[in-house]
């Protein structure tokens, strides 16, 4: 079954305290639609590999595992719609004895990478990511020679489009009027700012987790693109930030973001503060739809009532992840509050747990 992120994140603090003496812990990701009968006739043949490992204790754990991983595999039907990440080792902490554990989960969005690692550790950056990433941020920079379209995904930048203008520069040949050469200039980079404001929308125009858009380059040339209108009204209304940038280039993409940090920090903020006061008005102006006390929302989840459940994150992991999981069971959406808001901070004073319902249980 499909985990939540809030399960994830526990059961990456979980992998993170095992360590194995040697190279013996094993990692396994099954993309989404990737077929797990492919990776179980891999781990097949690793088995044959691992018989060359000169260490008696480390080749025997490294075997058991694949063992047990394949065993495992051999039950699978069919790979899960998000894919398939798989974990194990022996994870005893006395040297010369055995604790093979195996963990199986089916994340909460789709795995993109294939993979097959022994190490001393597990390794879990695809899963990091996901915890990062529940939107996406265009990127854009830009001049009148290049521009460079990218986008934000949790910390990953990607490298998604290069156009150039083809504007030539100042010095013009055959006597050329002044006028005449800017004249030229000017269509040039008319005609520029369109094939970006094209290229924007091929790429981002259907993207549902686009969260804004944010754009860099010098002074008039930005303004420009911005005050002209190039992009489509839908696009345009999500520019959170312009920052003043000499290069358009893939490293431009990098110094946007890296100074676009407290816009982007306070995207979370605004998103967070949005959230309560929709839980607060339902409170104040729709009484029977929305709850706080704990017990009170034990019911409605039994009852599969709630709609978005609201969890601060100074509660107890063991009381989020119980009210999580009967959140889960019904469909609910698991907002997680942090303290970094005057109404998260009023939120936690008020018990720290909340929701919003889809009827009345009064």
């Known amino acids: 079954m499909k985990i939540s992120k809030q399960e994830l994140k526990e059961l990456i603090e979980e992998l993170e305290k095992h360590r194995g003496r040697q190279t013996e812990l094993i990692s396994v990701y099954v993309p989404a639609g990737y077929d797990a009968n492919t990776v179980q006739k891999q781990l097949e043949a690793e088995k044959s590999t691992a018989k060359n490992i000169k260490s008696t204790a480390t080749r025997k754990n490294v075997s058991d595992a694949l063992d047990k991983l394949v065993r495992h595999l051999k039950g699978i039907k069919k790979t899960p719609v998000n894919g398939l990440a798989l974990f194990c080792g022996n994870v005893s902490k006395s040297e010369g004895q055995s604790d093979l554990q195996l963990w199986e989960i089916e994340p909460p969005m789709p795995l993109k990478n294939r993979l ?13 990511t996901m915890l990062e990433v529940d939107k996406i941020f265009a990127l854009l920079v830009m001049d009148r020679k290049e ?57 981002f125009f259907d993207v549902k987790k686009l969260k804004g858009i944010l754009i860099g380059g010098p002074i008039p040339t930005k303004d420009e693109f911005i005050d002209g209108e190039y992009l489509v009204t839908q696009l345009r209304e999500k520019i959170i ?20 940090q407290d ?29 706080l006390k704990e017990e009170d929302n034990r019911t ?22 119980d009210l999580t999981i009967l959140a889960n069971n019904i469909g609910s959406e698991v907002i997680m509050v942090s303290m970094d808001t005057e109404e998260g901070d009023q939120f936690f004073n008020m018990g720290g747990i909340g929701s919003i319902l889809r009827f009345s249980i009064k």
């Open 300 to 321: 409605a989840l039994e009852r599969g009532a709630v709609d978005k459940l609201y969890l601060s994150i100074k509660l107890s992991r063991s009381l989020i992840k």
């Open 263 to 291: 816009i982007l920090a306070e995207q979370d903020i605004i998103k967070e503060k949005n959230s309560l006061k929709l839980l607060f008005e339902t409170l104040g102006k729709k009484p029977d739809l929305a709850l």
């Open 147 to 203: 521009a460079t379209i990218g986008l934000l995904e949790g910390k990953r930048i990607e490298l998604l489009h290069k156009l150039t203008s083809g504007i030539p520069g100042k010095v013009r040949a055959g006597g050329q009027s002044a006028q005449r050469f800017h004249r030229i200039t000017e269509g040039l980079t008319k005609e520029f700012y369109k094939r970006i404001s094209d290229q924007m929308k091929k790429i």
């Open 116 to 128: 097959y690692r022994c190490d001393k550790e597990f390794v879990l950056d695809s899963l990091h």
């Open 241 to 260: 930030g312009k920052i003043d940038l000499g290069d358009s280039s893939e490293s431009g993409l990098k110094e946007l973001v890296e100074r676009s």
